[in-house]
């Protein structure tokens, strides 16, 4: 057994994730102590700005960021700053110097994640990174590990409690997008700039890593579809309503040929009865198809300080423990170059509202162009918009058909002088159609 006396800690970043974790660590310091067997000791913490008030030790801070991954005195560093820049370098040459890590960074996993997991793997060492993907929600290892026995046969993620916030009030409120978005900003939910949620690439990075955990590569971000939801209007939630489903923005991964998935983000319409559709507010979900465990689903806070530290310090008691052991690290395949399908292969059910002159035969035009690309028609929902200027609108649900034939439907829509405007589509997940 290890003759270690303590656990030397270095953190990178002290924001709303690292004041949780350090909290955690001091409240909890006797649970934790107990678990590795021997306390975690607080080294130093790299912070950007020094002249700002913290309530912690001022002698642990510092802003020479690269003094902590340099330090030989510290075990492992808590990467908690975010991004690639200088997250990477800072990472890289913690593992160089003989530090497990542990980091909380879905980007920086999403693009170098095998790079990394490869060197810590030939440093006999952990890199952890639960907290990447789901905040508090134990995830990755339940698929690193008690799943791992399991061919994946489809993942769905609500991965983005931000986004996840929005679509409830707007489907709850009736509420616009903009309107809600101010509020969720005021609330700090979402950030001033507020793209990389709602236009879908955090939930693309943090779909990457499980992809990469689930199917034993990482697929190129690049090869990921993404759509986000800014584009969304409270109309499609009136719909959803009447035709029975929910919206949720997803990140999807299933695989088409061995070495190969279809991965994508995009804003859904999902049946009541499947019970993603009923995760609202900042939860997150993953549901996954195992072809021996069948269904299961692990829900919960994905965001906030709190229920991410949780994660952080579940992955660093983890490493403690390997270090007591002697242990080798926590080596998984996370290889590279795992092929990616383009959406246009995608077979899947949609939802179409467009805008049309009120006159005859427009229901039987409209027909003819689907009936030419191969779409088939679940359900359809007319209305009059305007009876002095004869504008209508037509809903459609599809049954599952090639994306490629869909969007080709929609071409040819276009060019019909009695259709006025493609008003919104969205893919539909759901089994029955």
């Not at 067997?37 to 001022?58: A, H, T």
């Amino acid at each position: 057994m290890s003759q270690q006396k303590s656990l030397r800690v270095g953190f990178l970043g002290f924001g709303t994730v690292g004041s949780g974790v350090f909290r955690m660590l001091q409240d909890n310091y006797a649970a934790v102590t107990d678990r590795i067997g021997f306390p975690v000791e607080i080294v130093k913490i790299g912070i950007r700005d020094l002249s700002k008030s913290r309530d912690v030790d001022q002698s642990l801070l510092t802003d020479d960021l690269e003094s902590i991954v340099n330090d030989p005195s510290i075990d492992v560093v808590l990467e908690l700053i975010g991004g690639i820049d200088p997250a990477e370098k800072l990472v890289e040459t913690a593992l160089l110097n003989k530090k497990s890590v542990v980091t909380a960074n879905k980007e920086l996993m999403a693009k170098q994640g095998s790079r990394l997991v490869h060197l810590a793997k030939e440093g006999q060492l952990d890199l952890h990174f639960e907290a990447a993907v789901g905040g508090g929600i134990p995830l990755i290892q339940p698929i690193k590990h008690q799943l791992s026995g399991n061919d994946v046969l489809k993942l769905i993620g609500i991965l983005n409690g931000t986004c996840n916030y929005i679509l409830t009030r707007m489907d709850l409120e009736g509420s616009d997008l903009a309107e809600v978005l101010k509020d969720a900003q005021a609330l700090g939910f979402a950030e001033a700039d507020p793209t990389n949620d709602v236009e879908g690439f955090d939930t693309l990075y943090k779909l990457a890593v499980l992809t990469a955990i689930a199917y034993g590569k990482l697929p190129d971000v690049s090869g990921i579809y993404r759509q986000g939801i800014s584009g969304l209007k409270s109309e499609e939630f009136k719909y959803a309503e009447i035709l029975g489903y929910k919206i949720k923005l997803l990140g999807i991964v299933e695989p088409v040929a061995d070495g190969k998935v279809l991965a994508r983000v995009h804003p859904t319409f999902v049946p009541l009865s499947h019970p993603i559709s009923s995760v609202n507010g900042v939860n997150n979900a993953v549901w996954l198809h195992g072809d021996f465990v069948g269904d299961i689903m692990f829900s919960g806070k994905g965001a906030g300080g709190d229920p991410t530290a949780s994660a952080v310090v579940g992955d660093l008691i983890d490493v403690g423990r390997n270090m007591a052991a002697n242990g080798p690290g926590s080596a998984i395949p996370f290889g590279v170059g795992l092929e990616t399908e383009s959406i246009n292969e995608l077979s899947s059910g949609y939802y179409l509202r467009i805008r049309v002159n009120d006159q005859p035969k427009v229901l039987g035009e409209i027909a003819m162009v689907f009936g030419e690309q191969e779409v088939s028609l679940s359900a359809m929902e007319m209305k009059v918009l305007d009876p002095l200027a004869k504008v209508g609108e037509i809903v459609f649900l599809t049954h599952k058909c090639k994306e490629k034939n869909f969007q080709q439907a929609i071409t040819e829509l276009k060019k019909l002088a009695s259709v006025r405007s493609i008003e919104a589509f969205l893919r539909v997940e759901d089994d029955r159609l």
